[in-house]
């Protein structure tokens, strides 16, 4: 996920209305110019040390019988208590939609928690709201490790990444993981809110993540409650069979045009073209251009009744 060098992009053209419009090609010293910005905007995201600390409202959830602080961390930074913990849950939560990858899939994740790179928003129960341990959904050892620091025990967390996807840079939830107990009362929502919030204020085109095809329920969750898309570059967008799929919410239309308008090849393109001469006949209008690839970008056919004309 590191920066990629520079590439030399081709012009994209726009047809309107069946005229092609040649678009300008931007200058090297723009492009190398918005790369650094890019490059610059991601490594201030990486550094921040507490990203609540810009929405302090979001420091507390209360809400249908729950009462959660919530507090930032690091990869590189967690105690031996916490990591224990964030095992457990992850094991509780996603052992059933992995199934036969789950044993290669937990030892990837326990590498990926403790990255300096990886930040954290821990959500703790309230000191004074803590009941009896047979609320717990874990078993009883794991729930002898959970962390109680200067607030109640863990109950979740979100370990998020700022990294860069397509040229575009993103804020990459790598797990959102809560227990079950405290599921369906607002709180995993409330922390998406968070998300897209810490992602906007530090310059990211999107947040993205990766979700299980087998976990119907976070399917549900992200593309009809949250209003997550499919991405272009996820595995089955691209005609390839994967266990997951890959979402996004962006930003701005760069990150709109690269993450979430469908691509097709020219050879596709010249098949709808073909018929173009009909289709306008027909009220209908076309749209697209070409991206840096060279492919051409199809935005949906809408007739002119469905544009407000």
Same mark, same amino acid.
């Given at each position: 996920?590191?920066?990629?060098?520079?590439?030399?992009?081709?012009?994209? &053209?726009?047809?309107?209305?069946?005229?092609?419009?040649?678009?300008? $090609?931007?200058?090297?010293?723009?492009?190398?110019?918005?790369?650094?910005?890019?490059?610059?905007?991601?490594?201030?995201?990486?550094?921040?040390?507490?990203?609540?600390?810009?929405?302090?409202?979001?420091?507390?959830?209360?809400?249908?019988?729950?009462?959660?602080?919530?507090?930032?961390?690091?990869?590189?930074?967690?105690?031996?208590?916490?990591?224990?913990?964030?095992?457990?849950?992850?094991?509780?939560?996603?052992? *059933?939609?992995?199934?036969?990858?789950?044993?290669?899939?937990? $030892?990837?994740?326990?590498?990926?928690?403790?990255?300096?790179?990886?930040?954290?928003?821990?959500?703790?129960?309230?000191?004074?709201?803590?009941?009896?341990?047979?609320?717990?959904?874990?078993?009883?050892?794991?729930? &002898?490790?959970?962390?109680?620091?200067? &607030? *109640?025990?863990?109950?979740?967390?979100?370990?998020?990444?700022?990294?860069?996807?397509?040229?575009?840079?993103?804020?990459?939830?790598?797990?959102?993981?809560?227990?079950?107990?405290?599921? *369906?009362?607002?709180?995993?929502?409330?922390?998406?809110?968070?998300?897209?919030?810490?992602?906007? $204020?530090?310059?990211?085109?999107?947040?993205?993540?990766?979700?299980?095809?087998?976990?119907?329920?976070?399917?549900?969750?992200?593309?009809?409650?949250?209003?997550?898309?499919?991405?272009?570059?996820?595995?089955?967008?691209?005609?390839?069979?994967?266990?997951?799929?890959?979402?996004?919410?962006?930003?701005?239309?760069?990150?709109?045009?690269?993450?979430?308008?469908?691509?097709?090849?020219?050879?596709?393109?010249?098949?709808?073209?073909?018929?173009?001469?009909?289709?306008?006949?027909?009220?209908?209008?076309?749209?697209?251009?070409?991206?840096?690839? *060279?492919?051409?970008?199809?935005?949906?056919?809408?007739?002119?009744?469905?544009?407000?004309?």
């Amino acid at each position: 996920m590191d920066s990629k060098t520079p590439q030399r992009r081709r012009p994209s &053209s726009v047809i309107q209305n069946g005229t092609v419009i040649r678009e300008k $090609k931007p200058k090297r010293s723009e492009v190398l110019a918005k790369k650094k910005a890019v490059e610059q905007s991601i490594k201030s995201a990486r550094a921040e040390k507490d990203h609540l600390a810009s929405f302090p409202e979001f420091r507390h959830f209360v809400n249908n019988g729950l009462s959660m602080c919530l507090k930032s961390g690091r990869g590189d930074t967690l105690s031996s208590p916490v990591k224990h913990y964030v095992q457990s849950l992850l094991k509780l939560n996603m052992e *059933g939609p992995y199934g036969s990858e789950w044993l290669d899939e937990e $030892k990837v994740k326990r590498r990926e928690m403790v990255a300096p790179e990886a930040h954290y928003i821990f959500v703790h129960e309230d000191a004074n709201s803590v009941g009896d341990e047979t609320r717990m959904m874990l078993n009883a050892e794991e729930a &002898s490790t959970s962390c109680v620091e200067d &607030s *109640g025990p863990l109950v979740g967390f979100v370990h998020y990444r700022f990294v860069l996807e397509e040229d575009v840079p993103v804020l990459y939830v790598y797990e959102l993981q809560i227990e079950p107990r405290v599921q *369906g009362k607002g709180l995993g929502k409330f922390l998406m809110q968070l998300i897209e919030l810490i992602a906007q $204020k530090n310059c990211m085109g999107a947040v993205m993540l990766t979700v299980q095809k087998a976990n119907l329920l976070a399917l549900n969750f992200y593309l009809s409650k949250l209003r997550y898309i499919i991405s272009t570059i996820s595995p089955s967008k691209m005609g390839i069979e994967k266990s997951y799929e890959i979402l996004c919410k962006t930003f701005n239309d760069e990150a709109k045009t690269i993450l979430e308008v469908q691509l097709l090849s020219a050879r596709t393109i010249r098949l709808i073209l073909s018929d173009s001469l009909s289709l306008i006949s027909q009220n209908t209008l076309i749209d697209s251009h070409l991206d840096h690839s *060279g492919n051409i970008l199809i935005f949906p056919f809408q007739t002119m009744e469905n544009r407000g004309f």
